[in-house]
């Protein structure tokens, strides 16, 4: 699976769009782009998938570049509860189930 | 629908210990999978299993034993633990099925070794 490169850490002011980027420039013709958060230590939570159109769904949006080497996760109103590490992955989606995690973004939602 | 439940969540061991960590899912799973997270870090594959009877080990199996006898059940062994397996465990599960791949995480256990 590719590898992905994600900043440490980020703010982002409360009732603000969250913006995340993701690099992926190595990225091959079937992997797909994960999004997972982890809130406090609990298990991780999927947010969104995409291949290579944007998709949108309750939580977020997903905007994959046209070459695919990078995209961006969207919180559109960032909430306190959205404060997160928020994970990355590029994975095949032909038969591999695993999940390479690297260390994420900690996003800080600031009141 | 319980989802992926793990227990124990707290768990303190002496060194050289053994002990289990459970996993189950209600949701009819094939795959399932063990991650260990340690401080500041991202989540690391120790085995997973694509169904009953298969196991197969990722990333950092060493020190660490599974099997797969039912598809709900996916039991994590220490043999002998180290305080370098002091982590938090996480066991995640995934459907069936190339598209639907959202992974299901547990709530995790903390493990601690001394």
């Known amino acids: 699976d590719a590898k992905t490169t994600q900043p440490t850490s980020m703010d982002c002011a409360e009732g603000r769009a969250a913006n995340l980027p993701c690099n992926h420039s190595?990225?091959?013709?079937?992997?797909?782009v994960y999004w997972y958060r982890q809130i406090h230590s609990q298990g991780p939570q999927y947010i969104i998938h995409?291949?290579?159109n944007n998709e949108t769904n309750e939580m977020a949006s997903l905007i994959i570049t046209e070459d695919r080497k990078s995209s961006t996760l969207i919180l559109p109103h960032a909430t306190l509860r959205d404060t997160a590490v928020y994970y990355c992955?590029?994975?095949?989606?032909?038969?591999?189930?695993?999940?390479?995690f690297g260390k994420g973004t900690k996003l800080s939602v600031i009141p | 629908n319980a989802g992926v439940t793990q227990t124990p969540k707290f768990q303190v061991l002496k060194t050289g210990q053994s002990m289990t960590l459970q996993c189950a899912q209600d949701?009819?799973?094939?795959?399932m999978s063990w991650y260990r997270q340690d401080p500041g870090m991202g989540l690391r594959l120790i085995h997973y299993?694509?169904?009953?009877?298969?196991?197969d080990q990722g990333e950092v199996p060493n020190g660490y034993n599974v099997s797969r006898s039912t598809t709900e059940d996916f039991p994590l062994r220490l043999l002998s633990a180290a305080p370098s397996q002091t982590s938090v465990y996480f066991c995640?599960?995934?459907?069936?099925?190339?598209?639907?791949?959202?992974?299901?995480f547990g709530q995790g256990t903390r493990l601690t070794v001394v």
């Open positions: 949701m009819n799973h094939e795959y």
């Open positions: 992955i590029v994975r095949s989606g032909a038969g591999s189930y695993q999940l390479t």
């Open positions: 299993s694509v169904g009953a009877g298969i196991t």
């Open positions: 190595t990225i091959s013709g079937n992997e797909y």
């Open positions: 995640a599960s995934i459907p069936p099925g190339s598209m639907n791949t959202e992974a299901f």
């Open positions: 995409g291949l290579k």
